[in-house]
């Protein structure tokens, strides 16, 4: 009984979690309009007009520095320090897909799906903002990447739930076997290493 409502609630995430994927489209579509801008070939094209509207709010850069709190200026050493372990992460998880999942048969996780680079094509934004905007855009989205590897890594190689839920798990989760269920994951593991139509369970 527990697992048909389970089912159920999960049958119930997938819709809605369809719908909202339909209706943040059409938000992306409306925003697109609104703010007069298209996608060429994977860039953001705006209209010519809008860029120099745009172009009024941007700060200069050197006036953008000296309004910073010195807190920001003093703490931004450390905060661009973290590149370095990003980058080894993302080389990392990268090569660790391309050499593992061919081996296993698990379908590599397309980087460029997560690393979207664009908000430095913002004209409002000043150089160091555009830094700052392609900085954090790397540094989430390489976690976002990592965290889809590592998912299919569990899924092929433990795919059981924890005892205890943790606080945001990866989609994946949702179709593993329950702890403790032992008779469930020995009929069911091989199957579960190859289905990964439904990308997300």
């Known amino acids: 009984m527990a697992n048909t409502v389970f089912d159920d609630l999960l049958q119930r995430l997938r819709e809605t979690q369809q719908e909202l994927d339909r209706e943040f489209d059409r938000l992306l579509e409306e925003g697109r309009e609104e703010f007069?801008?298209?996608l060429r070939r994977g860039k953001v094209v705006f209209e010519r007009n809008v860029r120099r509207l745009y172009r009024r709010h941007r700060i200069p850069a050197?006036?953008?520095i000296q309004r910073a709190p010195i807190a920001v200026i003093l703490s931004a050493?450390?905060?661009?320090?973290?590149i370095l372990p990003f980058a080894i992460l993302d080389l990392s998880i990268t090569l660790f897909q391309q050499v593992c999942f061919r081996i296993y048969g698990i379908p590599?996780?397309?980087?460029?799906?997560?690393l979207v680079v664009d908000r430095h094509r913002l004209p409002y934004l000043n150089l160091i903002e555009k830094l700052n905007c392609v900085y954090c855009g790397y540094g989430n989205q390489v976690l976002e990447y990592a965290r889809e590897v590592a998912g299919r890594t569990e899924q092929?190689?433990?795919p059981i739930k924890h005892a205890q839920r943790t606080?945001?798990?990866?989609?994946?989760t949702q179709g593993f076997f329950s702890y403790g269920d032992a008779?469930?994951?020995?009929?069911?593991?091989k199957s579960l290493r190859v289905s990964w139509d439904d990308d997300r369970l």
């Open 36 to 38: 007069r801008y298209r």
């Open 62 to 64: 050197w006036r953008y």
């Open 77 to 82: 050493p450390l905060i661009y320090g973290m």
């Open 108 to 114: 590599l996780v397309r980087r460029s799906d997560y």
């Open 156 to 158: 092929f190689w433990c």
């Open 167 to 172: 606080l945001d798990p990866h989609p994946r």
């Open 183 to 189: 008779s469930a994951y020995r009929e069911g593991l």
